[in-house]
């Protein structure tokens, strides 16, 4: 298993210029989230799907679009970029207990710069 | 929403040396994690521990939720276990992750 994968691991933008990070994951699990982590803070929360076909707003969804068309892949897209979006971006996914998640698995991130 | 208090916000250690991690949250939730970061960044599932007690070699986790805090043991601490351990919690409105500020470690050795 290869667990949950990133691409790219570096990524430079001018502002305005538009991107999509890909996350995949290979262990059929239902809940997929993309997180950002600014320098000296815990991640927030961007957006999350409960399986495909099914996504919904997490803390700061400003800025960013996901879509779920398969239970393996959960892109997350940057229409414009801006500076503030300079961040590490982490893609995470679990089982779906129930009520909530269960174990949540973390890929290697994708550092994004935009100047 | 859920706010999530960790403490102590740094903590250097010399190797051997035992310690304590707390994580207050503030209003009922469905689960709590534990994650460490190390120090190149990769974030690591430690605990699931939405109530109890749990073991897993030097490292130990309570979850006291009806009075809304979790602990993180860590003994005999070793210099690979520095970086940044981070606390999760889910609310009862279920699959939005709220994370801690973090506790970051520095083993000496």
């Not at chain 2, 209003?27 to 599932?45: A, E």
Request: glycine letters at 10%.
């Amino acid at each position: 298993n290869a667990g949950v994968t990133q691409t790219p691991k570096f990524q430079v933008l001018k502002t305005g210029q538009s991107m999509t990070l890909q996350c995949a994951q290979d262990m059929n699990h239902e809940y997929m989230s993309w997180y950002r982590q600014d320098p000296g803070m815990g991640l927030r929360l961007i957006h999350y799907s409960v399986g495909a076909g099914i996504t919904d707003q997490g803390e700061v969804p400003n800025g960013y679009n996901v879509s779920r068309s398969t239970t393996e892949d959960f892109p997350l897209r940057l229409l414009s970029a801006a500076p503030s979006q300079t961040s590490v971006y982490f893609c995470a996914s679990s089982r779906s207990g129930g009520a909530g998640t269960d174990t949540q698995y973390f890929g290697p991130g994708t550092r994004l710069t935009v100047l | 929403g859920i706010q999530v208090e960790q403490s102590p916000p740094d903590l250097i250690l010399q190797e051997g040396a035992n310690s304590t991690l707390r994580c207050n949250f503030s209003d009922s939730v469905n689960n709590l994690q534990w994650f460490h970061q190390n120090p190149w960044g990769q974030l690591i599932n430690l605990f699931y521990i939405p109530s109890g007690t749990k073991q897993n070699g030097r490292l130990s986790a309570t979850t006291v939720a009806t009075e809304r805090y979790s602990l993180l043991y860590i003994s005999s601490s070793q210099t690979t276990d520095s970086g940044v351990y981070f606390c999760a919690v889910e609310g009862t409105g279920g699959f939005k992750t709220i994370f801690g500020a973090g506790t970051r470690l520095f083993v000496k050795a």
